[in-house]
């Protein structure tokens, strides 16, 4: 591996112990020969690693998870009132304007359904446009522009197509 991806585990994964063995041990191989690298480590181990070894837990007062708890609560609370209040909305306009939404649909399903027919005939036209196009070019080449009756060839009057035919 190369001082770049070593940098990059070190920073990442190596400091928090959340490599695997093998790639610990290609680490420290590389660690070992590269003196560069292995600065890299002390220093982030200096700055990222030993403050917080002597750093004390922090409990917050009680208030402060009884307030968490409370906004929580608060929160679900507004959730599932919104949802409830959508369902029986959409409950209430759905028993009440069945026709028109069955109108709407309907319609809407007729137009999806027409767009689609057009859309596959107009390819269809331009499939055949092109092969129209084509048996017309290829016919045109097809016509006799004075060929050689001995070897019912087309001459076509120019010397490499002499030496070809």
């Excluded at 990059?8 to 560069?36: F, M, N």
């Amino acid at each position: 591996m190369n001082c770049k991806k070593i940098r990059d585990l070190i920073t990442t994964d190596y400091i928090d112990l959340q490599l695997s063995v093998a790639l610990q041990r290609q680490i420290r191989e590389h660690l070992k020969g590269c003196g560069q690298c292995r600065k890299f480590e002390q220093a982030l181990r200096q700055a990222a690693v030993e403050p917080f070894k002597m750093a004390q837990e922090i409990k917050p007062p009680d208030f402060v998870w009884e307030r968490i708890r409370e906004g929580i609560e608060a929160e679900e609370a507004e959730t599932e009132g919104l949802f409830l209040g959508l369902w029986d909305y959409l409950r209430g306009f759905l028993n009440r304007r069945r026709p028109v939404f069955a109108l709407s649909t309907a319609l809407a399903a007729f137009i999806t359904v027409a767009v689609v027919i057009n859309i596959s005939l107009g390819s269809r036209k331009a499939v055949n446009s092109y092969f129209q196009e084509q048996g017309e070019f290829l016919s045109g080449l097809a016509v006799d522009t004075g060929s050689n009756p001995a070897t019912n060839q087309a001459d076509l009057g120019t010397s490499i197509e002499e030496y070809f035919l």
